[in-house]
């Protein structure tokens, strides 16, 4: 029999690996309250400070008064309701795409998308950073061929695209990298996808809201669109509340709701979440300086990172990973970070590669200017 499962904690505990929670006890912002004292934390995906805006506080409480809390079903038997359509409407119309279909959530909507749209033989091409819920949909699919590109590597893509003689290909990436916070070179990745008559699924958890055009995410940043590509994004991360979507073609979408199993096979999303969705759609649309507020941010924290002794690797996002490259470092130094009252969470394998730990300091538009100089001071005097 395999080792007990106390030995295996014993084993994660020995290598740095296990992982612990911590209660947040308010609402997210800047600062978070934990066991009765204020913590000052990098630590949220909640990019544009939207998480507790009034706005969208506001349209949940209408959404209760009116709806009520649970959706009663899943969506195709009596749990679509109309926040949850009106939402879905309300991106296709912004995003310029024909159709929207929505999720309850991101990894949901990745574990059952790619399933349902690969066909028979079909062959990936997945970069080796992709986020574990894109790996996983992948396995799920189960595809003929499985090409994992190193990240970024378009020589390598290209040639293992030129190599398939598969007659359905699909390349596959986040639009921004999760635990990296670059961005996937979703210009060259098209352009491979047009010579090679394949199909790009883009993952935006963390370009929607935050690139492109009023936030339109990683595709407008780069000025793309194509039908070839099925764009998918979340609403839990800039948008500040929960859920997540698919924008494709008509027939796509339409497909999706015939045959991803995640989608049919689950409860429908709660409306007062949609009604917070849409309200939040409208700050990400109106307040470009959220924005601008993260670029400000981002480049104070690069600029005033440089005489560390690790390196902050470059980004034009929300997120920047300090590399520290050991397990124990990366913990030793959050642990540190915490007794000065400040949050960054030490990000270790499988989340990243093994000897690539790192402190991932995310940012949001709800930060100030002090805050940033506190956390690096605060590096500084561990260096
Ligand atoms: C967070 C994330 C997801 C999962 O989204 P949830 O709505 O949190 O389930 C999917 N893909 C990427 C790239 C993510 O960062």
């Given amino acids: 029999m395999k080792n007990s499962f106390r030995q295996q904690l014993q084993a994660l505990q020995d290598a740095g690996l296990a992982r612990t929670r911590r209660i947040v006890e308010g609402p997210q912002g800047p600062c978070l309250e934990e066991g009765g004292r204020q913590v000052l934390a990098f630590a949220s995906n909640d990019y544009l400070g939207l998480a507790n805006h009034p706005d969208l506080v506001a349209a949940a409480h209408a959404a209760l008064d009116r709806y009520g809390l649970g959706a009663g079903a899943s969506a ?47 062959a990936v091409f997945s970069d080796a950073l992709n986020h574990a819920s894109l790996i996983d949909g992948i396995r799920l699919a189960r595809p003929a061929e499985l090409t994992v590109y190193r990240h970024g590597d ?16 699909w390349i596959i990436t986040d639009g921004v990298f999760s635990m990296d916070g670059d961005l996937a070179p979703l210009p060259a990745l098209l352009a491979l996808a047009e010579r090679h008559d394949a199909r790009l699924l883009v993952d935006d958890a963390h370009g929607f809201g935050v690139l492109g055009d009023e936030g339109r995410g990683s595709l407008s940043h780069w000025g793309l669109h194509s039908s070839r590509v099925v764009y998918m994004a979340t609403l839990g991360k800039a948008a500040g509340v929960f859920g997540a979507f698919v924008a494709a073609s008509q027939d796509v979408a339409e497909w999706l709701l015939q045959r991803a199993r995640t989608y049919i096979f689950t409860t429908g999303t709660p409306p007062v ?13 109106r307040d470009q300086f959220r924005r601008d507020r993260l670029k400000q941010l ?24 300090l590399m520290l490259g050991d397990n124990f470092t990366a913990l030793r130094v959050a642990q540190r970070l915490q007794e000065q009252g400040l949050w960054v969470p030490a990000i270790r394998p499988p989340t990243v590669p093994p000897g690539a730990a790192r402190l991932r300091i995310s940012l949001s538009a709800s930060h100030e200017s002090h805050h940033v100089e506190r956390l690096l001071s605060a590096l500084r005097s561990l260096s």
Avoid at 154 to 169: F, N, P, T
Avoid at 274 to 283: D, H, N, T
């Fill in 76 to 122: 195709l038997i009596s749990g679509h309701s109309a926040p949850v359509a009106a939402l879905e409407e309300a991106l296709a119309r912004w995003l310029g795409q024909d159709r929207v279909l929505h999720f309850s959530t991101g990894y949901m909507a990745n574990l059952g998308t790619i399933p349902a749209l690969l066909g028979e033989g079909a």
């Fill in 154 to 169: 378009m020589a390598q893509l290209e040639a293992a695209l030129s190599r398939s003689r598969a007659g359905e290909k």
């Fill in 273 to 285: 979440l949609a009604a917070a969705c849409l309200a939040a759609l409208e700050r990400i649309r």
């Fill in 298 to 321: 981002g480049a104070q924290l690069q600029e005033g990172a440089r005489g560390l002794p690790w390196p902050l690797l470059p980004s034009e996002t929300a997120i920047h990973p």
